[in-house]
């Protein structure tokens, strides 16, 4: 549950919750605002489990630790891995508020969560040709269309932050082929792939850089946009599950 999926939490039935501090080897939220707890419940009519909080490279931690809970939920026998986050703008198609389905992503962290002796649930090589599944996709498509909720589309580009872009940076991520930047998401995406898990994924664009005057970013202004996208968020997210 990223950036615009904390309204969903209190949907999900059935639920039992751990606090990550009670999980073996489970690493600890430290941001504010971002509650620590595995949920474990119903929604969509389906059995889904939920990480309130989640681990940034930025916070400190490292790509093991960024990536652990996704071990657990393959451990445990996930299917599909629904992400959200937040992130900066770059196409100028788009503006504050947008969800963007995204499409496929680029990483650009300094440490990959696959370095190191490969784990056997995958290949060495994992290929990435279709990291963020299709027919979800499609699927999202429907569903948006049919809600009268506008989805856009694009690649995410996965920085290490915590200092938002400059200007040129945000100028070349783009001249680099994404559509939009942010600090989470691609390390749990590569090790879903690497073990076998589909993903979809939805990006808030929060903020816009790389285009017209250059203009102040801040958490609060992020917080804000979240906040707003968070009811169509929800929807779609839902009925993604639902169907999946
Ligand atoms: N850059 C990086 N991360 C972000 C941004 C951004 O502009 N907005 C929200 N998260």
Do not use: W
């Given at each position: 549950?990223?950036?615009?999926?904390?309204?969903?939490?209190?949907?999900?039935?059935?639920?039992?919750?751990?606090?990550?501090?009670?999980?073996?080897?489970?690493?600890?939220?430290?941001?504010?605002?971002?509650?620590?707890?595995?949920?474990?419940?119903?929604l969509?009519?389906?059995?889904?489990?939920?990480?309130?909080?989640?681990?940034?490279?930025?916070?400190?931690?490292?790509?093991?630790?960024?990536?652990?809970?996704?071990?657990?939920?393959?451990?445990?026998?996930?299917?599909?891995?629904?992400?959200?986050?937040?992130?900066?703008?770059?196409?100028?198609?788009?503006?504050i508020?947008?969800?963007?389905?995204?499409?496929d992503?680029?990483?650009f962290?300094p440490?990959?969560?696959?370095?190191g002796?490969?784990?056997?649930?995958?290949?060495?090589?994992?290929?990435?040709?279709?990291?963020?599944?299709?027919?979800?996709?499609?699927?999202?498509?429907?569903?948006?269309?049919?809600?009268?909720?506008?989805?856009?589309?694009?690649?995410?580009?996965?920085?290490?932050?915590?200092?938002?872009?400059?200007?040129?940076?945000?100028?070349?991520?783009?001249?680099?082929?994404?559509?939009?930047?942010?600090?989470?998401?691609?390390?749990?995406?590569?090790?879903?792939?690497?073990?076998?898990?589909?993903?979809f994924?939805?990006?808030i664009?929060?903020?816009?850089?790389?285009?017209?005057?250059?203009?102040?970013?801040?958490?609060?202004?992020?917080?804000?946009?979240?906040?707003?996208?968070?009811?169509?968020?929800?929807?779609?997210?839902?009925?993604?599950?639902?169907?999946?």
């Open positions: 549950m990223g950036t615009g999926l904390g309204q969903l939490v209190s949907e999900i039935t059935d639920s039992y919750t751990f606090p990550y501090g009670e999980i073996p080897n489970f690493p600890v939220s430290t941001v504010e605002g971002h509650a620590g707890k595995l949920i474990f419940g119903k969509g009519g389906k059995d889904i489990m939920a990480m309130k909080g989640r681990f940034h490279f930025y916070e400190g931690y490292d790509m093991k630790e960024v990536t652990f809970p996704v071990r657990v939920m393959y451990e445990l026998g996930i299917e599909t891995l629904f992400v959200s986050n937040a992130s900066g703008g770059m196409n100028s198609d788009f503006k508020g947008d969800l963007m389905v995204i499409n992503h680029i990483n962290f440490e990959h969560p696959l370095h002796k490969n784990f056997p649930t995958g290949p060495r090589f994992p290929d990435m040709h279709e990291a963020y599944d299709r027919k979800l996709i499609a699927k999202a498509d429907e569903i948006a269309k049919g809600k009268g909720i506008q989805l856009m589309h694009g690649v995410y580009m996965g920085v290490q932050g915590p200092t938002f872009e400059t200007p040129a940076e945000y100028r070349m991520y783009r001249l680099m082929g994404a559509d939009a930047v942010g600090m989470s998401t691609v390390p749990e995406v590569i090790v879903a792939r690497h073990c076998g898990i589909k993903v994924g939805i990006s664009i929060t903020d816009l850089g790389g285009f017209d005057a250059p203009v102040e970013v801040s958490h609060e202004e992020v917080q804000k946009a979240a906040n707003e996208a968070q009811p169509r968020m929800t929807e779609i997210m839902r009925e993604m599950i639902r169907y999946s």
